[in-house]
T-cell receptor, first 114, second 117 residues
């Protein structure tokens, strides 16, 4: 089944404890992206990657890191999480050729930083 | 930078009735794509309908249709024969048609739709 997966789905952590949220897609998509969703703000892009080893900042990159060593994986790293990073996180990917312009979303990761 | 505005934080409709969700956007581009996404309590983002800006004809998907007014930069979603399963948060989103840049979706703040039995 074609899908985007994220792990973990739920995470409660403490301030300053490094964490990684994994994202993987099995559709050979070149483009991948991370968004965060906050009440009253909608979804905002954190980082994106147009291909392996090609990443760039989105609108709200502060406090986050990413890497793209393999085409299928695009992990989101929080080196020193803070309470203002408590949010719902989505990974998304797009098919090559931009024929449909649709983005496929993962199921979301609910992160709470205390 | 593009912006997307959803001015209705919450809407409600009687089951089987019709409801329209509003969305306006601001852009200086002439070619772009607009989307409506549905987010049910499961939190999954589900694509409802897509509109290409170069197409004059409004997109339709079963009970869902849009009213795309390019000059007014308006993109409303009409849900006909509302069903209990339509209850969700609905997000309007914009994407540039630039094939060589960031494929970012710019989202509105969402409209929470409640279906009254």
């Amino acid at each position: 089944e074609a899908q985007v997966t994220q792990n973990p789905r739920y995470l409660i952590t403490v301030t300053g404890k490094k964490l990684t949220v994994t994202c993987s897609q099995n559709m050979n998509h070149e483009y991948m992206s991370w968004y965060r969703q906050d009440p009253g703000l909608g979804l905002r892009q954190i980082y994106y990657s147009m291909n392996v080893e090609v990443t760039d900042k989105g609108d709200v990159p502060e406090g986050y890191k990413v890497s793209r060593k393999e085409k299928r994986n695009f992990p989101l790293i929080l080196e020193s999480p803070s309470p203002n990073q408590t949010s719902l996180y989505f990974c998304a990917s797009s098919p090559p050729g931009r024929t449909t312009y649709e983005q496929y979303f993962g199921p979301g990761t609910r992160l709470t930083v205390t | 930078a593009q912006t997307v505005t959803q001015s209705q934080p919450e809407m409600s409709v009687q089951e089987a009735e019709t409801v329209t969700l509003s969305c306006t956007y601001d852009t200086s581009e002439s070619d772009y794509y607009l989307f409506w996404y549905k987010q049910p309590p499961s939190r999954q983002m589900i694509l409802v309908i897509r509109q290409e800006a170069y197409k004059q004809q409004n997109a339709t998907e079963n009970r869902f249709s849009v009213n795309f007014q390019k000059a007014a930069k308006s993109f409303s979603l009409k849900i006909s024969d509302s069903q209990l399963g339509d209850a969700a948060m609905y997000f309007c989103a914009y994407r540039s048609a630039d094939d060589f840049g960031n494929e970012k979706l710019t989202f509105g703040t969402g409209t929470r739709l409640t279906i009254i039995p």
